[in-house]
T-cell receptor, first 113, second 108 residues
Framework: DGGITQSPKYLFRKEGQNVTLSCEQN?????MYWYRQDPGQGLRLIYY???????QKGDIAEGYSVSREKKESFPLTVTSAQKNPTAFYLC????????????FGSGTQLSVL | GIQVEQSPPDLILQEGANSTLRCNFS?????LQWFHQNPWGQLINLFY???GTKQNGRLSATTVATERYSLLYISSSQTTDSGVYFC??????????FGTGTSLTVIP
């Protein structure tokens, strides 16, 4: 089945630690995205990538980093510079341009120990 | 960015009832999507509807882009319809902006 796989489902971060969230898709989509969701809020864009080896900052990129070495993969690193990392993180993809239909993974809940 | 407001913020329905969810946006948009987030966090794309009306089973959506709003209709609601409904709007070449959602609870 085609889809977007996020792992792990739950992740805990210690003070000063970097953690990496995985996102893999087998939909052959060009564009991939990372969103952050806080309780009772909508989704906010962290980073997006429209092609391999290229990515752009979204509205809340500070404290995060990404890479896009393969079309299928778009990992997100939450660095120690992100002072409030507790949130639900969602990865998405679309066929091509930014404005096309979005498909989401099942999310990763990140909490701080 | 574009401001997106959804109403009502919370809704409780008896199973079998109908409901209308609204999404207002502050500027002209080229695209609009409706999503359902289930209690486990999974977001499902319900409609990709920049204008006009679409139907999918018990759900239908209407977007009137010139008046800057979209409506999501749920008929004969079921407990599995519970969750949060988001609309997201976008301008060509730009990202989607999400509303804060309508939380729906359907009770048996």
């Amino acid at each position: 089945d085609g889809g977007i796989t996020q792992s792990p489902k739950y992740l805990f971060r210690k003070e000063g630690q970097n953690v990496t969230l995985s996102c893999e898709q087998n939909l052959n989509h060009d564009a991939m995205y990372w969103y952050r969701q806080d309780p009772g809020q909508g989704l906010r864009l962290i980073y997006y990538s429209q092609i391999v080896n290229d990515f752009q900052k979204g509205d809340i990129a500070e404290g995060y980093s990404v890479s896009r070495e393969k079309k299928e993969s778009f990992p997100l690193t939450v660095t120690s510079a992100q002072k409030n990392p507790t949130a639900f993180y969602l990865c998405a993809s679309s066929i091509g341009a930014l404005n096309e239909k979005l498909f989401f993974g099942s999310g990763t809940q990140l909490s701080v120990l | 960015g574009i401001q997106v407001e959804q109403s009502p913020p919370d809704l409780i329905l008896q199973e079998g009832a109908n409901s209308t969810l609204r999404c207002n946006f502050s500027d002209s948009v080229n695209n609009l999507q409706w999503f359902h987030q289930n209690p486990w966090g999974q977001l499902i794309n319900l409609f990709y509807i920049p204008s006009g009306t679409k139907q999918n089973g018990r759900l239908s959506a209407t977007t009137v882009a010139t008046e800057r709003y979209s409506l999501l209709y749920i008929s004969s609601s079921q407990t599995t319809d519970s969750g949060v409904y988001f609309c997201a709007v976008g301008v060509t070449g730009n990202q989607f902006y999400f509303g804060t959602g309508t939380s729906l609870t359907v009770i048996p």
